[in-house]
């Protein structure tokens, strides 16, 4: 017989399921669902990873600050402007992931040693998306800049493609970043000069202006071109494990890591110099103490940062590659007051 205090129980507390003891389709939906998320939110993750975002800021500060310089007037920043400005990023930043997924899927082995954690080295990726990625991006960035109509971003896109290729690929004549000195000219290509073409779509395509080469420009392609070929001997440093294993030549397995080191810094010392030495002729007082002194205080960090490096320790070479990568960034600013 019931007690007069039991309860009966509640609906909410039998779970739901089908009368044949299986889960009904309402949990099977959840369970999709969830899994569907979590496939997705890894992918997502994983193509983060590969298109490497580190270069992402390079780019697009790099082409803000080369779109300011042949502007002459606030006037010349209008919206149409700065919408042009946008649609010159994206399409480049479509084709870097070109570069990015190219040079991973180039270097799988290698990287399962030297950087296990990126996607097609770890498997979050598989070979056959890889390539997939590495089309679809070519294709989608190149119809963006025919549909621009602007025959130097064209040409800036293609050379991205072209050097991103050669770089990477193992075919006859190409790989170049197997040989130490095709390595630099890929880098100095990609860094340096692909400035130019960006400067011409700014200055004549955006602004409907005459070709000038101004004296800003100049400074930028030559700073940033020491600076590539600093960020070249660099970047291999912490690679070196993997490099040997792999039988790639490059600078630090050639002349050891330390001397490439000491070059490096040394480089951008003079550079960083020589820039505060060209203040010293700018007409303007702002110009003149923002140069000379942007330079020195940024030469001193450089200095001080150097002191603190282990080459023994790949995430001490690696975290100061990421810093040398601020550096170019802040020239991006600095070379404006070039005049």
């Known amino acids: 017989m019931m007690e007069r205090n039991h309860k009966p129980l509640k609906k909410s507390t039998v779970p739901m399921a089908s009368q044949d003891g299986y889960p009904s389709k309402s949990q099977d939906e959840n369970i999709v669902s969830t899994s569907f998320v979590d496939v997705l939110t890894k992918k997502l993750d994983a193509f983060y990873r590969l298109s490497r975002p580190y270069a992402w800021t390079s780019i697009i500060i790099g082409i803000v600050s080369t779109s300011l310089l042949p502007v002459e007037t606030l006037a010349d920043l209008t919206p149409t402007f700065l919408i042009e400005v946008l649609k010159s990023i994206v399409p480049t930043l479509t084709m870097n992931i070109f570069v990015a997924a190219i040079n991973q ?30 089309i679809i991006s070519t294709l989608t960035s190149l119809a963006m800049g025919v549909l621009l109509r602007s025959p130097p971003l064209v040409i800036a896109l293609v050379i991205r493609w072209i050097v991103g290729a050669a770089y990477s690929i193992d075919l006859p004549l190409l790989r170049w970043k197997a040989s130490p000195l095709m390595a630099v000219v890929a880098i100095i290509i990609l860094n340096g000069i692909n ?29 940033m071109g020491i600076f590539s070929v600093v960020l070249a001997f660099l970047k291999d440093i912490p690679d ?29 010392l003079l550079a960083y110099g020589g820039a505060a030495l060209a203040g010293v002729s700018s007409p303007l007082l702002l110009c003149k103490l923002v140069t000379m002194i942007g330079h020195s205080v940024l030469g001193f960090i450089l200095w001080c940062r150097a002191q603190t490096v282990d080459l023994s320790n790949t995430k001490s070479t690696y975290s100061f590659f990421i810093f040398i990568f601020q550096l170019y960034y802040a020239e991006f600013f600095l070379m404006h007051f070039v005049r």
Not at 243 to 267: A, H, N, Q
């Open 105 to 134: 899927l180039s270097d799988i082995e290698i990287d399962k040693v030297n950087k296990p954690n990126l996607p097609l080295a770890s498997g979050d990726i598989s070979i056959g998306e890889g390539i997939a990625i590495a």
């Open 195 to 223: 400035v130019l073409p960006y400067f011409v779509h700014f200055q004549k395509y955006v602004l409907g202006r005459h070709l000038v080469f101004t004296k800003p420009l100049l400074f930028s392609v030559i700073f």
């Open 240 to 268: 070196v494990e993997g490099d040997k294993e792999f039988g790639i030549r490059t600078l630090p397995m050639i002349l050891g890591k330390e001397r490439v080191f000491s070059i490096s810094i040394s480089m951008l």
